[in-house]
């Protein structure tokens, strides 16, 4: 099954199967590529991935780097130095992470992980003309949407959705805010980038749309995603779809005005 076809039965189409679901991976790390499409094609299942492309090339992810060259010195990043670091401007957060490794004796670029790794962009060209591959914006350099003022987020997105034309030859319409933080008023900003579906991390289960965002644009569909980690078992999986489950719909609604 295409993405048209899941988003045409959104928006009123042909009905999907019962219990039906879109699998998405945020921020294009090469392990999706190398790890998870050679499963994904087996179980002949399509997936949208959702790209920072600002990282692409480089060996870490901030996030990864902090983390990293911590345990390399024995240690762990606590979770306000994360919180810390995701409320600078963008262009910040890199030498944040230096400095947190420096204070703590660590290596600034630790030796890159193969498994940790964003893409390249020539594994990415490679991967987004591959079967059952479906590539979303998840901004540049994972900045957090809801920090930014309107010109400042369209020229994070004007510029992300022209490169990933220009060299993935990718128009996309589905955008996946980095930590699903983002405000409503942006939502005519996503529209006026060509973005027309809004993923996010609030849970929820999907029934039919199409719905706005506070009324404001009629255009932009906002859709709930349960979110998978790395060390989920199947059962926690399981027990969070059923809690999803009996919830009311959720709200079409930008986080966080919520
Ligand atoms: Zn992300």
């Known amino acids: 099954m295409s993405l048209d076809e899941v988003f045409a039965a959104y ?6 199967p019962p219990r039906a679901a879109l699998v998405t991976f945020d921020d294009g790390y090469a392990n999706n590529a190398a790890v998870a499409y050679p499963v994904l094609q087996r179980l002949r299942v399509p997936a949208l991935f959702f790209l920072a492309i600002g990282y692409l090339d480089e060996p870490w992810f901030w996030w990864d780097r902090l983390r990293e060259g911590l345990r390399l010195v024995g240690k762990t990043p606590r979770r306000e130095d994360y919180a810390a670091i995701k409320a600078l401007p963008p262009r910040a957060v890199e030498a944040a992470v230096d400095a947190h490794l420096h204070q703590a004796g660590a290596p600034l670029q630790p030796e890159a992980l193969p498994w940790m790794r964003p893409l390249t962009w020539e ?84 029934r039919r749309g199409p719905r706005g965002v506070d009324g404001r644009s009629a255009s932009l569909v906002v859709l709930p995603r349960l979110g998978v980690g790395a060390e989920d078992t199947p059962w926690q999986l399981l027990r969070r779809l059923l809690k999803t489950y009996w919830r009311p719909e959720s709200p079409a609604r930008a986080p966080a005005n919520s």
């Open 11 to 16: 928006n009123g189409g042909a009905p999907l």
């Open 123 to 206: 594994e990415a060209q490679g991967f987004a003309r591959a079967e059952g591959v479906f590539i979303g914006n998840h901004g540049d350099r994972h900045e957090i949407f809801a920090r930014l003022n309107d010109t400042e987020l369209a020229l994070v997105l004007s510029r992300t959705q022209r490169l990933l034309a220009l060299r993935l030859g990718v128009e996309t319409p589905w955008l996946a805010p980095p930590n699903g933080e983002w405000r409503s008023e942006q939502a005519d900003v996503f529209v006026r980038s060509g973005l027309r579906y809004v993923f996010g991390t609030q849970p929820g289960w999907v």
